[in-house]
């Protein structure tokens, strides 16, 4: 793995009097910003969302837009769309808000033999906290990691690899698979959203399916809990779920028609040099590191 | 400054069989998790929040304090409670929220000569990015950083060293300064909090001057603006401030009484390696590192 490099001493010592030296080795060739290169990108660098793994979640708020990762969590992609398409979800509640933590959803009564019960899809499944390493396209990060030998990106994810591994990570906005204290008790019936600062010691410890494409905002505005670990401690408090559903059930016209840059080329390279060499006047000092969740990872509409 | 410790390759590969080996070296001797060192702390682990350096900021769904950090920006600090003093906040609005980055507030006329005259408060200083790492004490963290040579904690905040510099880091929760394009350019009267991912790449570009202590649900659960950069559009969206106050100045039974865990302890140090090496039933994998924005800082209430 590449070693982590720092702002030279001598750099951080003269900062205050404009020094340009920068700390993640020289400055990029490519000296535009990466609102410019994304400005600039070209229709082969952006993927179409597939409908069979995205999921719309509908609130009265609006709807939030998930893209499940099947080249993770396979096993758990195809139970969350079984229990989408049994409709396991319509009508139960988003009933954690953790402040800096998760928003969590899934059946609220606390007897688990009340739960609604399960039809077509598995009541649980053996854990996919990680897979092998071989035959995934990983575009690694040069600037090192706390929690991982390697850190980057695959199929539009963020992710991690060691040890002949890989595996997704916790960053803002990930989409996760509530578990009890088992490994193998989660079923995709609970699940939950990232919405504060990355808790990557969660990484490797519970199933990550997938990640949040659009209206995050709908689920990160929500009271916080003020029970234990978040929960609303009244039913009155919770958030009803109108539906979840896969997009390629929903008409067509309802589908959300997303593209998210890719992570496999030389554009989505740039991206991150710019994202780590910043150029924008604001800087005084360009940086020259990025941490894999400050990493932005592009969605847009599609042309019709 | 420590190498990287990472998860060995065999215990990674092992993992699903339920390795018990960890990623950051032998597991602390100290058996307890990070709640019952808490709990079993002594009295001595607390300081008292010195009243001046709290601020207390009212909105209309209720408070969020702050504390200032002094001992990184005495200036800002300063101008910060010469501005709350002389009400400078008092009817100016949150004008910007952006959704995994941060809520600022001020006075949002766009005109600058239509803004809120400063009386007393100076209209402009000099940065704070950095101090000198001499005579501060700094309790490091173990597992290095993406960003910075070192980073760990000092007089209660998240902060970095090198250089013979030391700073505080953009984790979340934390104040900041809002500034132009140039580097003078700031003076308190705009002001931030982190609410989303810690934003690190703005360390040592932006002062930051505190953090908040209680309250910041007040600030997460806000609308988004829809706005570039998160700014609301309308007038209407802007959120009041009813007042700002140092705490100092509020009658005494209003203030807040929060005592904070000392980061120069024992009982600190032994806190964080149980951060680091998780003992909660819930975790099959204890982990073995701690990222500077994942440690909490723990607020409580001081007995009266």
């Known amino acids: 793995m590449p070693a982590l490099q720092y702002l030279p001493a001598a750099c951080a ?12 080795g020289p400055a990029p060739a490519d000296k535009r910003t990466s609102a410019e290169i994304l400005a600039q990108s070209a229709p082969a660098d952006w ?16 709807s939030v837009v998930l893209e499940l990762a099947p080249e993770f969590a396979p ?12 409709k396991y979800f319509d009508g139960l509640v988003i009933l954690r808000v953790q402040d800096n933590y998760v928003v969590q959803w899934g059946d609220p009564a606390e007897d688990e033999r009340k739960r609604r019960r ?34 980057g990106h695959a199929g539009g994810f963020p992710a991690a690899r060691g040890g002949g591994q890989a595996w997704l990570t916790h960053c803002y906005g990930m989409l996760g698979v509530g578990r009890g204290d088992s490994a193998e ?9 990232v919405i504060g600062h990355a808790p990557r010691h969660l990484d490797r410890n519970i199933t990550l399916a997938g990640r949040v494409v659009q209206g995050i905002e709908k689920l990160t505005v929500l009271p916080r809990g003020t029970g234990a670990l978040g929960f609303y401690e009244k039913a009155s408090q919770h958030v009803r779920i109108q539906s979840l559903r896969v997009a390629a059930d929903l008409p067509p016209r309802e589908r959300p028609q997303l593209e998210a840059l890719r992570t496999d080329t030389e554009t989505f390279q740039r991206f991150v040099a710019a994202r780590r060499h910043r150029r924008e006047a604001w800087f005084l000092d360009p940086v020259g590191h990025v941490e894999l969740c400050n990493v932005p990872l592009p969605v847009r509409q599609a042309a019709r």
């Not at 071989?134 to 991982?148: E, N, Q």
């Not at 008790?185 to 959203?193: F, I, M, P």
């Open 13 to 24: 010592v003269a900062l205050l009097a404009g020094c340009a030296v920068t700390g993640g």
């Open 47 to 62: 993927r179409a969302l597939d409908p069979e793994n995205l999921l719309v979640l509908r609130l009265a708020s609006g």
């Open 185 to 193: 008790s989660g079923s995709g019936a609970e699940l939950y959203v």
């Open 118 to 151: 399960i039809r077509n899809a598995l009541i649980s499944l053996p854990p996919e906290f990680a897979r092998g390493a071989d035959g995934l396209a990983f575009t690694p990060l040069p600037d090192g990691d706390v929690y991982a030998p390697e850190v």
């Open 75 to 86: 096993r758990h992609a195809a139970n969350i769309r079984a229990l989408a398409r049994e």
